[in-house]
């Protein structure tokens, strides 16, 4: 009997767990990479980051096939004027979500190859070592343009 | 009895007065979105994007809307260059133009603006000049910028001002429009009150 008890309590625990731990994974939401208009070879991607999950994470690196480098970068008021900077990591607080948008965190693209077109693929990097790979629309201006005002 | 009267009625006054000095100051300053940014009058010439020669003074009677950045800027420039863009639709007149202006002369030659711009609206007009010109719109402006080595000879960036500056019809500086300010409806809503 107490053996029985004992495998039920086991066999719970391992269908349960499984659905706790995904809960708590670090994902990512609208992601974007804004068309380059014709000359550029810069642009830059944008997402949300979600971290449920009771530790704190750090993103490392975005990596894009579709770039010669990538690094992430924050733009910053310097009196009246716009700076660019490298940051080495962006971190995710515990429970918390961040993003990545116009003005504020991106992901610079250097080196671009001739064209991106529709979409690109997005590799993430993680300081947990989670790494997360999606797929993210290429937008024109009149689109990007709106996706700009949603974080105001 | 009659005290009270008259303090009512003085109270009454007083409240008066101050509705009708800050109903007054609402209705005059408030109506417009940016701030006001009022400068010394100045006039500049440099090339566009199309090879030709772009007065200031050409073009009066028309409302401009000016703006700093380079063509190798991923986040601010076009961002800015994209609602610039949508004001220009939403305007929809040839009674208002818009103004690119290079802080980066040594790459953004004019071939350069001349395909780089039209991507964001074909009434967005994209100026380069010598790094002195520039310099001085950007004084008249009341701004700068200035160059950010990066890791190597050609890598670096330019900061400069994201703001966005309205030159009104008389040929005036007139508004700033900060950062947390460009909203392409309410600036689109300010340009059409002056084209009235
Ligand atoms: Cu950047």
New binding site residues.
């Given amino acids: 009997m107490n053996v029985k008890k004992a495998l039920i309590v086991l066999a719970v625990f391992f269908l349960v767990a499984p659905l706790a731990w995904s809960k708590g994974e670090i994902s990512v939401k609208d992601p974007w990479v804004r068309q380059n208009p014709p000359g550029a070879s ?1 642009t ?1 991607a944008y997402m949300v980051i979600e971290n449920p999950a009771a530790a704190g994470d750090e993103l490392l690196e975005v990596s894009c096939s579709c770039s010669a480098s990538s ?1 992430l ?1 924050v ?1 910053e008021m310097r009196e009246d004027s716009m700076a ?1 900077k490298k940051v080495a990591s962006i971190e995710v607080p515990a429970g918390e979500s961040v993003a990545l948008s116009p003005g504020g965190y ?1 992901v ?1 693209l250097e080196g671009l190859s001739s064209d991106i077109k529709e979409s690109v693929i997005l590799e993430l990097k993680f300081r947990s070592g989670a790494r997360i790979s999606v797929t993210a629309p290429v937008l024109d201006p009149p689109e990007a343009t709106r996706r700009s005002h949603h974080h105001h | 009895m009659k005290r009270h009267y008259l303090v009512l009625t003085a109270l009454a006054l007083i409240a008066l007065v101050w509705v009708a000095i800050f109903g007054f100051l609402g209705t005059d300053k408030g109506s417009f979105y940016g701030d006001e940014y009022p400068r010394p009058a100045f006039d500049f010439s440099l090339t566009d994007h199309q090879n030709r020669e772009f007065s200031l003074s050409d073009h009066s009677g028309k409302v401009i809307l000016l703006n700093f950045g380079f063509t190798n ?3 601010v420039c076009p961002t800015t260059l994209g609602m610039l863009g949508e004001v220009l639709d939403l305007v929809g007149d040839e009674g208002a133009v818009a103004l690119f202006i290079t802080v980066d002369p040594e790459r953004d030659t004019v071939a350069k603006l001349g395909v780089y711009v039209p991507f964001f609206h074909d009434r967005i007009i994209g100026l380069t000049g010598s790094q002195q010109e520039i310099k001085q719109v950007n004084d008249a402006c009341g701004t700068f910028y200035s160059k950010e080595q990066g890791a190597s000879e050609s890598d670096y ?1 330019v900061v400069h001002s994201p703001a966005v500056y309205l030159i009104d019809p008389g040929g005036e500086m007139m508004l700033r429009y900060p950062k947390e300010k460009l909203d392409p409806k309410k600036i689109a809503g300010d340009v059409k009150r002056l084209l009235l």
């Fill in positions: 810069v830059a690094s970068h733009t660019m991106h610079m | 800027c991923p986040d960036g």
